[in-house]
Nanobody, 128 residues
């Protein structure tokens, strides 16, 4: 079992930046594809960004490409989401997730049902 703990959320003005972190327990973190998703009340969970086990492959939602950057440090069992030029529509609860079969795939999946482990979420609020 893997436990994921997000941190770094908060309140920021439009145009500002935040960096989210997700710390993972366990010895197999370096084999997992990691993803960030977000959700607002009344809407489906939305893929934001993902990174493969080595960090050599990433995938972004069109809505955040060029503004957000995902990275990982396998030595620290941590994945990051750097969010720049934030907009009010980025307001959501952000979740970190792990795809334990990610090392078998040729690409970073965007479907939440492919991810096996989830964090508790961290709130990001962007004021206009």
């Amino acid at each position: 079992q893997v436990q994921l703990v997000e941190s770094g959320g908060g309140l920021v003005q439009a145009g500002g930046s935040l960096r989210l972190s997700c710390a993972a327990s366990g010895r197999t973190f370096s084999t997992y594809t990691m993803g960030w998703f977000r959700q607002v009340p009344g809407k489906d969970r939305e893929f934001v960004a993902g990174i493969n086990w080595s960090g050599g492959r990433t995938n972004y939602a069109d809505s955040v490409r060029g503004r957000f950057a995902i990275s990982r440090d396998n030595a620290k069992n941590t994945v990051y989401l750097q969010m720049n030029s934030l907009k009010p529509e980025d307001t959501a609860v952000y979740y970190c997730a792990a795809d334990r079969m990610g090392y078998t795939r040729s690409s970073v999946v965007r479907t939440d049902t492919e991810y096996d482990y989830w964090g508790q979420g961290t709130q990001v609020t962007v004021s206009s």
